[in-house]
């Protein structure tokens, strides 16, 4: 059954990330994205919920603005190991940095979600946190990963669904949050926002 059996308006991802994309594909939801170029810089006050939160609504608001109807959907994912927020690396220094502190240790992956209706800007907004544990990794192991290209454009500078599988031993909560996009949380948003 497909979800718009379920969800009545259009969805558009307010986002080109093809992980996002292949996700609600692979639940059959029927979209459409459109990039939302925005400032994404961290402002010192934002703790990290409030940080994703507030990117997750204002890519959502920006794409809700050009149109007249649908739910845009905006989501922003971070890392945070030992109360730092790691996004995206800025190069691969960064990303031997990053992996360097995931190495053995816990850490959160936090994604914020934001459901705007287009046609009145009502929107709903929340989180999904999952919990991850990476094995311990050699410099040669790391130098390996980055070497490969696949932390570049990942926040935490890996990707579970790639080949960081091989050193990660045990999560807690959402999967898909960790590859970028609580899907789960999304479907309910929608329904939500439907029922307003």
Do not use: C
């Not at 934002?46 to 507030?54: H, S």
């Not at 579970?160 to 949050?177: P, S, T, V």
Request: glycine letters at 6%.
């Amino acid at each position: 059954m497909k979800n718009e059996h379920f969800i009545k308006e259009k969805l558009v991802l307010a986002s080109k990330s093809p992980r996002r994309a292949e996700i609600l594909s692979a639940v059959n939801w029927p979209f459409e994205a459109i990039a939302a170029n925005i400032d994404e810089s961290h402002n010192e006050s934002e703790d990290a919920v409030a940080y994703v939160k507030r990117l997750a609504a204002t890519k959502a608001r920006v794409v809700a603005d050009g149109l007249s109807s649908g739910l845009v959907l905006g989501a922003d994912t971070v890392v945070i190991v030992q109360g730092e927020i790691l996004g995206q690396p800025r190069d691969a220094e960064d990303a031997r940095r990053m992996l360097h502190l995931l190495s053995g240790k816990w850490h959160e992956v936090l994604t914020g979600v934001a459901l705007m209706r287009a046609r009145d800007s009502h929107v709903l907004v929340d989180i999904e946190t999952t919990r991850v544990r990476f094995a311990a990794m050699s410099d040669t192991e790391i130098d390996w990963y980055v070497a490969t290209g696949e932390p570049m454009d990942k926040a935490g500078a890996y990707a579970i669904q790639g080949k960081a599988a091989l050193f990660i031993e045990e999560i807690e909560g959402d999967y898909f949050n960790i590859v970028g996009l609580p899907v789960r949380l999304v479907y309910e948003l929608a329904r939500r926002i439907q029922a307003i």
